[in-house]
Nanobody
């Protein structure tokens, strides 16, 4: 397993969760790590991404100001801190590794297994 996502679970609306993505193997040679999510019946969508080299960050408009992506280079781990959660944040969250912190899922080469986030109102 080259990307291992963890930290999902259930939260009340307005609550918080933190996801972790441990990157290993060939995936760790890629410069970008992104978080995507997929709700039932919907396409997988971009959430946030970060570059290992310079920490450059991108967010989807829907999570800007509520979610924070960060990295711990020595631990090869990327985090997604999610605050002020809404019911529409309910989805399976995936981390992925690619050459840069792209918003486009097609530019990512390695994907983790996903972790479920459920927000109840």
């Amino acid at each position: 397993v080259q990307l291992q996502a963890s930290g999902g679970g259930s939260a009340q609306a307005g609550g918080s969760l933190r996801l972790s993505c441990l990157v290993s193997g060939r995936a760790s040679l890629k410069n970008g790590v992104g978080w995507f999510r997929q709700a039932p019946g919907k396409e997988r969508e971009f959430v946030a991404a970060i570059s290992w080299s310079d920490g450059n960050i991108r967010y989807a408009d829907s999570v800007k100001g509520r979610f924070t992506i960060s990295r711990d280079n020595p631990k090869n781990t990327v985090y997604l801190s999610m605050n002020s959660l809404k019911s529409e944040d309910t989805a399976v969250y995936y981390c992925a590794a690619g050459p840069n912190n792209s918003r486009l899922r097609g530019e990512y080469d390695y994907w983790g297994q996903g972790t479920q986030v459920t927000v109840s109102s």
